[in-house]
């Protein structure tokens, strides 16, 4: 079960629609839920530095991505998009 996010509305700014998936990770860490895929909670912390694991990989991917239309695909395989 991924966390939900609302997107749909926003001006479109990739920038800004980041920032909102970063927020989803993070309150999503703080719950109870568990990953389906790895069945951890998502409070993934790495050592160094106490980030949440999937903020940390989510803004990593997204350096990568070459357009919008691949950082949205990106944003929804972490969160869904209410």
Do not use: W
């Amino acid at each position: 079960m991924k966390p939900e996010c609302e997107l749909q509305g926003e001006d479109g700014n990739v920038f800004v629609l980041a920032g909102k998936v970063r927020k989803a990770l993070k309150r999503a860490e703080r719950s109870e839920e568990r990953c389906e895929d790895c069945h951890h909670k998502f409070k993934c912390f790495t050592e160094r530095n106490n980030n949440c694991y999937l903020v940390e990989e989510f803004q990593t991917r997204l350096q990568n991505c070459n357009s919008y239309d691949e950082a949205l695909q990106l944003m929804m395989e972490y969160v869904e998009v209410t």
